[in-house]
T-cell receptor, first 119, second 111 residues
Framework: ETGVTQSPTHLIKTRGQQVTLRCSSQ?????VSWYQQALGQGPQFIFQ???????GRGNFPPRFSGLQFPNYSSELNVNALELDDSALYLC??????????????????FGAGSRLTVL | DQQVKQNSPSLSVQEGRISILNCDYT??????FLWYKKYPAEGPTFLIS?????DKNEDGRFTVFLNKSAKHLSLHIVPSQPGDSAVYFC??????????FGQGTILTVHP
């Protein structure tokens, strides 16, 4: 059983550029969530995808967007990068049914993250 | 608005003793609580969870306690081992997949 894999592991961009981060969910998991972890902070929810549609969103501007593909893999796109976007971006998958409850929906399997630096 | 708070940035414990990590929350709509641990260069790993209808859940050396009236949960690790040294995050949920995390507590277990 493969876990959650993310790419790239590290990348450096400049202000105003665009970035795409990729995530392959764990086998059997159909829901993908993205989190941003700034230095010294806990992960912060960006959005969730279920059945190729955005299923919930945190307090992030529209320049943060995503996609989910039929094989449940996902992309996070960030446009017009700002210095404050520098962070570790974590992808997590779960076998839940979108906004389910209990352990199946809430126990997430995280990838190792993509470290984005914006200069 | 920090809905989940871990007020201790770090905790240092001797091997074999008990480690107690604490977490407070403000949102009474949270109905599921989890603890994750994170090693450097790895993603957070699920440790243990508890539903709001329970006040205690045990899994081996790990026990989570939930005090709903105080909006407080704690993680007990007994006995602590050097391999437990990591960053521990508590998290709370109102619906599946949308977790609100605390800032984390760095646990160091000394041999």
């Amino acid at each position: 059983e493969t876990g959650v894999t993310q790419s790239p592991t590290h990348l450096i961009k400049t202000r105003g550029q665009q970035v795409t981060l990729r995530c392959s969910s764990q086998s059997g998991h159909n829901t993908v969530s993205w989190y941003q972890q700034a230095l010294g902070q806990g992960p912060q929810f960006i959005f969730q995808y279920y059945r190729e549609e955005e299923n919930g969103r945190g307090n992030f501007p529209p320049r943060f967007s995503g996609l989910q593909f039929p094989n449940y893999s996902s992309e996070l796109n960030v446009n017009a990068l700002e210095l404050d976007d520098s962070a570790l971006y974590l992808c997590a998958s779960s076998p839940g049914t979108g906004r389910g409850r209990g352990s199946g929906a809430n126990v997430l399997t995280f990838g190792a993250g993509s470290r984005l630096t914006v200069l | 608005d920090q809905q989940v708070k871990q007020n201790s940035p770090s905790l240092s414990v001797q091997e074999g003793r008990i480690s107690i990590l604490n977490c407070d929350y403000t949102n009474s709509m949270f109905d599921y609580f989890l603890w994750y641990k994170k090693y450097p260069a790895e993603g957070p790993t699920f440790l243990i969870s508890i539903s709001s209808i329970k006040d205690k859940n045990e899994d081996g050396r790990f026990t989570v306690f939930l005090n709903k009236s105080a909006k407080h949960l704690s993680l007990h690790i007994v006995p602590s081992q050097p391999g437990d040294s990591a960053v521990y995050f508590c998290a709370a949920s109102t619906w599946g997949g949308k977790l609100t995390f605390g800032q984390g507590t760095i646990l160091t277990v000394h041999p």
